[in-house]
């Protein structure tokens, strides 16, 4: 871990001479703590919000008002029928490196949409990444097993810090003076696999 922050001391006031690297590490953890607190809250709301709303019944429902309402689309997905040779996913407590890949692609997605924006709830956040998880699941069904929103809620909470401390090292691993000419995208995640391992 010392060796790591050194390496970004380093780099940062190569980078930034005469700047404050410790005041900018510091906001840059408690934003990280922030915002991971403040997901993992709105999550929480809206799980207590759902439960709420069906242990509540609905006594004015009216019969005639189901045949009015249109018919919308079945989410997830029908899964696809599976070849001979392929056994679908079971999902179990110890999740593959495909499942965790694929939570962090559609979470990294979802949260960073331009139309959306970054400031939208969490409930709306996590119903979107479980359609999206669904939808892969569908597309995958002997790779990725079925995860309900709870558990893929509570899998990122243990995944975002050290997704966030990747995304820290390959940013900085973009910025670092030995990125010349023949610097390539693979050489960039070697130095922020480097840098990421020595956090």
């Known amino acids: 871990m010392e060796d790591c922050d050194a390496i970004m001391r380093m780099t940062w006031e190569s980078l930034f001479p005469g700047t404050d690297y410790d005041g900018w590490k510091h906001q840059f953890d408690a934003a990280s703590l922030e915002f991971n607190d403040r997901l993992l809250r709105e999550a929480q709301e809206e799980e207590e919000e759902d439960s709420s709303d069906s242990n509540e019944g609905n006594t004015q429902f009216d019969e005639s008002e189901e045949e009015s309402v249109p018919e919308t689309p ?17 999902a179990t407590r110890i999740w593959s490196v495909a499942e965790d890949e694929t939570l962090i692609r559609l979470f990294m997605e979802i949260s960073e949409n331009a139309i959306k924006g970054t400031s939208q709830k969490a409930t709306s956040l996590w119903r979107d990444v479980h359609a999206a998880y669904q939808m892969a699941h569908a597309e995958k069904p002997h790779i990725l097993p079925p995860r309900p929103m709870k558990r893929l809620t509570s ?26 000419s023949g610097y390539n995208e ?9 840098l990421f391992h020595l956090a």
């Open 155 to 180: 899998h990122w909470r243990r995944l975002a810090a050290d997704t966030l401390q990747w995304i820290s090292c390959y940013d900085e691993a973009g910025r670092l003076p030995e990125g010349g």
């Open 74 to 90: 079945q989410y997830p997905p029908a899964v696809p029928r599976l070849e001979s040779n392929q056994v679908a996913a079971r």
């Open 186 to 194: 693979a050489d960039r995640i070697k130095c922020a696999s480097k």
